[in-house]
């Protein structure tokens, strides 16, 4: 019932600028705090950026001032704007979510934790 749907990435020149979007999809009623992560082969997967619902956010050193991460007024899509890509930026991108509350098909509410989104790559050529 619940899913986090991911959209954007593609393949961009070095310099070039790139917005990831994740959505939660269903009948939510609030997501607690997103997360992004990249992955790449042979590398650990980092956590490049979190905001959390009262909208205090995080950045990973890395991408700090090329890295925006904002949410929609609903708060229940994120946003990842990337500027000034470079190609160590190339990896597959993921959301998170840690937790969601969402309204049942009987009208119930329910909690719903830990949802990963499909994943997008992002490929940056120099």
């Known amino acids: 019932q619940v899913q986090l749907v991911q959209s954007g990435g593609g393949l961009v020149q070095a310099g070039g600028s790139l917005r990831l979007s994740c959505a939660a999809s269903g009948s939510i009623l609030s997501v607690n705090t997103m997360s992004w992560y990249r992955q790449t082969p042979g590398k650990e997967r980092e956590r490049v950026a979190l905001i959390e619902n009262n909208g205090a956010i995080n950045y990973a050193d890395s991408v700090k001032g090329r890295f925006t991460v904002s949410w929609d007024n609903a708060k229940t899509t994120t946003y990842l704007q990337i500027h000034s890509l470079k190609p160590e930026d190339t990896a597959v991108y993921y959301c998170?979510?840690?937790?969601?509350?969402?309204?049942?098909?009987?009208?119930?509410?329910?909690?719903?934790?830990?949802?990963w989104g499909q994943g997008t790559q992002v490929t940056v050529s120099s």
């Open positions: 998170t979510a840690d937790s969601i509350l969402f309204r049942e098909q009987g009208g119930g509410v329910k909690g719903a934790y830990d949802y």
